[in-house]
C-alpha cells in the first residue's frame, strides 16, 4: 500500500462519515480517528486493527543515585510478575483481547529470564549515565535490532497496530534526559516524580538530568542513535527500533506514555517519516509528557492521569480505538437507513 492509496482511503472515509446516519462532526473524534485508520490501513472502511503489545525490560545504572523510589532489583520482579500474568498491563491486555509479549533486552538479573519471557539481553544493564554514555553505540544498535525485529514478527502473525511497554527503574530519568537533548526543552519543564519520589530524590534526578544532558551538549553529540546511546536505556533503544519497523511497513503506533514517548522522539529524528504512524494513546501525569507530545505534534486521546508505563494507557486506549472503527463500519447511511438528510431551517408559520 503506497502513500497515494492511504490518502485515496482517507478521503472515502472521510465521505462515508458525511453519509452516517447522524449530525456531522457529532462523534467528534471518534470519527476522525476512524478516518485515520482508514488511511494508515488503505481501506476506506477497516476491519478491527489486530493488536499486539510487546513489552521491553532494561535496567539502568543511573538508579544508583536514587531517582526512583523503588530499588533496581524491582524491574527484575516486575518482570516475574507480567510472566505469571498479575500486573496491571496482563489485565488491561486481556481486556483488550491484545497478546502480550516480555522481552528482557537488558535486566540486571542473574540467571535466565523468566518461563515466559523472551530473553534477549544485550547487557545486564545499562551504564550510569550521569558519569558517561549508558551504552555503546554497538548495544545501542543491537538493542533497535531487537525491536525491529519484534515488530517485523508481529507484523508477520498479521498485526495491525503496535503497542510497546516499557519496564525499568530509572527509565524516566533516561527518558527525561533524551526528551530534554531531542527538543531542547529545559530539564525543569521535564524531569517529574516518575514512580512517586520525595522532592529531595527529584532534585537529585533533575541535577543527573541537567549533568548528562549538558555533557552531551558540549561534546555536540547529535547524532540520533549517538545521543540515544549516551543517554538512553536498552528497553527505550528497543521500543524506538520497534517504531521504526513498524512505520517503514506502514503499520500504526499507539504510543503509551513518558517513556515510549522519549522513544518516538529518538525515532523520529532518525526516520521522520515514522511521525506519520504514530497515535498517542494518552497524556500521562509525568511532567515532561504533554510537551514531549507537543514536540511530536500528537494530540493524546486521554488523559486520566495515568503514570505506570508497561503499556497501560495504550491498553486502556483500545476500546476507545475498537469504537471508533466500528461505528465506522456498522452504522448505516441515511439511504441505506432511510432517513432524510439535513436541510434548510425555516421559520414555522
Avoid at 118 to 126: L, N
Avoid at 284 to 299: I, K, P, T, V, Y
Wanted: charge should be neutral; aromatic fraction near 4%.
Amino acid at each position: 500500500m503506497n502513500a497515494s492509496a492511504g490518502a485515496a482511503a482517507g478521503r472515502a472515509a472521510r465521505e462515508r462519515q458525511a453519509r452516517l446516519t447522524k449530525p456531522a462532526g457529532s462523534l467528534g473524534r471518534l470519527e476522525d480517528l476512524a478516518c485515520w485508520f482508514a488511511e494508515r490501513l488503505g481501506e476506506p472502511v477497516p476491519a478491527m486493527p489486530r493488536a499486539e503489545i510487546c513489552v521491553f525490560a532494561g535496567d539502568h545504572g543511573v538508579a544508583a543515585h536514587g531517582v526512583s523510589a523503588y530499588p533496581a532489583e524491582v524491574t527484575a520482579q516486575m518482570v516475574a510478575s507480567f510472566a505469571r500474568g498479575g500486573a496491571a498491563i496482563n489485565v488491561l491486555a486481556r481486556l483488550a483481547d491484545a497478546p502480550l509479549q516480555v522481552i528482557d533486552v537488558g535486566v540486571a538479573a542473574r540467571g535466565p529470564a523468566p518461563a515466559g519471557v523472551r530473553c534477549e539481553r544485550v547487557r545486564d544493564g545499562t551504564r550510569d549515565l550521569a558519569s558517561g554514555p549508558a551504552m555503546t553505540t554497538g548495544e545501542a544498535h543491537a538493542a533497535i535490532a531487537i525491536g525491529r525485529q519484534c515488530a517485523g514478527e508481529s507484523i508477520g502473525r498479521g498485526t495491525r497496530l503496535l503497542i510497546a511497554g516499557d519496564m525499568g527503574i530509572g527509565n524516566t530519568t533516561a527518558a527525561a534526559a533524551l526528551i530534554c537533548a531531542f527538543t531542547g526543552l529545559a530539564v525543569h519543564d521535564v524531569v517529574g516524580a516518575g514512580t512517586g519520589i520525595e522532592a529531595a530524590a527529584l532534585d537529585r534526578k533533575r541535577r543527573v538530568v541537567e549533568s548528562a544532558v549538558g555533557r552531551v551538549r558540549s561534546a555536540h553529540v547529535h547524532e540520533p542513535h549517538a545521543v540515544l546511546a549516551q543517554l538512553g536505556g536498552l528497553e527505550i533503544a528497543a521500543i524506538t527500533g520497534f517504531y521504526l519497523e513498524g512505520a517503514e511497513r506502514r503499520v500504526p503506533l499507539l504510543l503509551d506514555g513518558f517513556v515510549t514517548t522519549a522513544a518516538a522522539l529518538a525515532a523520529v529524528a532518525m526516520q521522520a517519516g515514522t511521525r506519520e504512524w504514530l497515535l498517542a494513546s494518552h497524556r500521562s501525569a509525568e511532567l515532561g509528557h504533554g510537551a514531549a507530545l507537543r514536540a511530536l505534534g500528537l494530540d493524546p486521546l486521554l488523559d486520566l492521569g495515568l503514570r505506570l508505563g508497561e503499556g497501560s494507557g495504550a491498553a486502556v486506549a483500545m476500546p476507545l480505538i475498537r469504537a471508533a472503527v466500528a461505528l465506522h463500519r456498522e452504522m448505516a447511511t441515511f439511504d441505506e437507513a432511510g432517513v432524510s438528510t439535513a436541510g434548510p431551517c425555516t421559520d414555522a408559520a
